[in-house]
């Protein structure tokens, strides 16, 4: 079976909406560490990690040990209407590093559905369906997490059961806010807050849901410090703060655990998915109990923290806390965010190197200007491959490369593929310039 094959069979039965990475796409046949192998038999060094979520990386003997010992009980399944002892086990973990008071814990299957359930936890208690959300945001495919997805490009339906005010996202490079000075941009982004409550809610708002760094949008983030600000209003008027980190949580930032702390706050819910499970679906919301109590009628999760999926998340846990991979993002991801910015001083079509820990984007301009260059990020993005680098493109318009290795990522694994996106970038920039 060739890879044109499974491509055509693909094209012939899933819908053209879901689109496939690269003019030739891959079919990953096995992955060990870092890196992953293709049909064709060509190992590549993997900066993605299946968006995100390949955190540990691929093949981990404890991840795998976990999962098959379970596996061998013969429940795989069972549904929340039993106990499941991985679920209450996982729980507990998440609930003691999750930094919120008297938390409980509600497990799903992505981080839409976290969200989703987040948004339902949050409009029952406040008994409104008014959001706040941040443009340039990202939250999920279903209907109320597409509701207050902030791009345009990810919203695949007008239809929403929620009404929705927008905050800045406090963009460094463009926006209303990108034009004022980082000291001056909280002061704006409350100014920001309190008109939008003046002017587009009636007051009884349900909860603010704001990602730490926008994956999505391309790795965006507004100033340390921005959450406070808001949540200062926000406490004003009984307004949750729903911190979305299934991008940023787990220690990937490497300077703190979950994205929230940057802004030194702690919010009343927080969402979390993709890196926990490793690759098996797990995600879930964690908030204190009061909040997650609100729920007025039945609700479950048939296949939500099932027990294969919790024993895959407690051996995630349990490695990356045994071997602080918080501190090797932030050791591992300065080689490459310093290298980046180092090497791509020179060059007008590299706007910016942004990004924290193992969270790194690059994003591509027209020489001299803030007009985005997704043609020139595509090639970028194609070169690293050809180069044995596989990453990942965002932002809302198309213009950046998006890194989020594994959080194993040794040093001399940074070096390597700094080394073939710097080649990448200086290439493609140099093939634009002969063309215009």
């Known amino acids: 079976m060739t890879s044109d094959d499974l491509l055509a069979r693909h094209r012939a039965v899933l819908p053209s909406w879901m689109p496939l990475y690269y003019a030739e796409p891959l079919e990953l046949v096995s992955g060990s560490g870092r890196r992953v192998t293709d049909a064709a038999g060509r190992t590549y060094l993997d900066f993605f990690g299946g968006v995100l979520t390949n955190m540990i990386g691929y093949d981990i003997p404890e991840i795998r040990e976990a999962v098959e010992r379970q596996v061998r009980t013969g429940i795989v399944h069972s549904s929340t209407l039993y106990l499941i002892r991985q679920q209450v086990e996982l729980a507990e973990k998440i609930a003691r590093v999750s930094g919120i008071p008297d938390a409980r814990v509600f497990f799903t299957n992505s981080g839409t559905e976290a969200n989703e359930a987040a948004l339902l936890v949050a409009t029952n208690h406040r008994r409104s369906h008014q959001v706040l959300a941040v443009r340039n945001s990202y939250h999920g495919r279903s209907y109320a997490a597409m509701g207050v997805t902030g791009n345009r490009g990810w919203s695949a ?16 490079l463009r926006g209303l806010l990108a034009r004022l000075d980082e000291s001056d941009r909280i002061d704006a982004a409350v100014e920001d807050l309190r008109e939008v ?10 909860c603010l849901i704001a990602e730490p760094i926008q994956g999505v949008g391309g790795f965006v983030h507004g100033p340390d410090g921005l959450f406070a600000a808001w949540k200062k209003v926000l406490d004003e008027h009984g307004i949750l703060l729903v911190s979305d980190e299934v991008q940023t949580g787990w220690g990937r930032t490497g300077e703190h655990f979950w994205g929230y702390e940057a802004h030194g706050v702690t919010p009343d819910l927080l969402t979390f998915a993709k890196g926990i499970g490793n690759g098996f679906a797990l995600a879930g919301v964690v908030g204190r109990a009061e909040i997650l ?12 923290g099932n027990p294969v999926s919790t024993a895959a998340g407690n051996a995630v846990l349990d490695y990356l806390l045994d071997h602080d991979l918080q501190a090797n993002a932030a050791r591992v991801g300065a080689i490459l965010g310093d290298g980046l910015r180092a090497a791509t001083a020179d060059l007008d079509s590299v706007a910016e190197v942004r990004g924290k820990g193992l969270m790194l984007g690059v994003e591509f301009v027209r020489p001299g200007t803030t007009e985005p260059d997704p043609a020139l990020t595509a090639r970028v993005f194609e070169a690293c491959r050809e180069g044995g680098l596989l990453v990942g493109k965002g932002g809302l318009l198309g213009n950046v490369v998006r890194m989020g290795p594994p959080l194993t990522l040794t040093e001399d694994e940074a070096r390597e593929g700094l080394a073939i996106l710097v080649e990448a970038i200086r290439s493609s920039v140099a093939a634009a310039e002969v063309i215009a």
Request: hydrophobic letters at 45%; proline letters at 5%.
């Open 157 to 172: 339906s007008a239809l929403n059961p929620l009404q929705v005010a927008w905050l800045h996202s406090g963009e460094r």
């Open 197 to 206: 409550l003046a002017t587009q809610t009636a007051g009884d708002v349900a």
């Open 293 to 304: 109590e609100s729920v007025p009628a039945i609700s479950f999760s048939t296949f939500g």
